[in-house]
């Protein structure tokens, strides 16, 4: 899989073995690990490009799950989004860093920008954060099944019920202030 955006390649490398891994880390620098090296299902390895510049890194995502991790990019701010495990992480592309992280408490399985904001939609909930992974909202929800967005709105389908939430919604005090 290959994300390209702006001046930026994405490329996931592949799943890599913990000796591959300890490998990568000792051997470059600019290396980023994401998760829990010390207990772990799945490494997969993203390789990160700028077409511009000579800047190159590697970033190491350790999951407790098989799934894939999900990338998405934000162009206004240059950041790299990654949602693995139960974390979404924000990647600041210019700088090789983390700018920032929340843990989500259940499953991620899905980011979107939409405007100004993240929606987030998790095994239990769903969350609207601004780019800096900061909380607007937090919906929570039965097992998510199934979802889609239809303009201003993201429809969830549970077991028990369909529930619509308005993604602009934002209420007077946000949980994060």
């Known amino acids: ?33 994401l998760g829990d090296d010390t207990y772990w299902t799945e490494a997969f390895l993203l390789c990160v490009k700028s077409f511009t510049n000579d800047v190159e890194f590697l970033v190491a995502v350790c999951s407790d799950i098989v799934l894939e991790p999900s990338i998405i990019s934000h162009k206004k701010n240059d950041l790299l989004i990654i949602g693995f495990n139960n974390d979404i992480v924000a ?40 780019d800096e992974l900061k909380e607007i909202f937090y ?3 039965n097992l998510v099944e199934s979802f889609r967005f239809m303009e201003n709105e993201l429809i969830i389908i549970t077991e028990s019920e369909a529930r619509t939430i308005d993604i602009f919604y934002t209420p007077t005090t946000t949980p994060d202030a």
């Open 1 to 33: 899989m290959n994300v390209i955006f702006d001046n930026w390649v994405i490329r996931l490398v592949g799943k890599v073995s913990k000796y591959d891994l300890k490998k990568i880390f000792e051997n470059n620098e600019t290396a980023i690990l």
């Open 139 to 141: 919906q929570p929800t």
């Open 91 to 130: 990647i600041d592309l210019n700088i090789a860093k983390v700018a920032s992280s929340k843990q989500l408490g259940s499953p991620f399985y899905f980011a979107k920008f939409i405007e100004n904001r993240i929606i987030v939609i998790t095994e239990i909930g769903v969350f609207a954060l601004t």
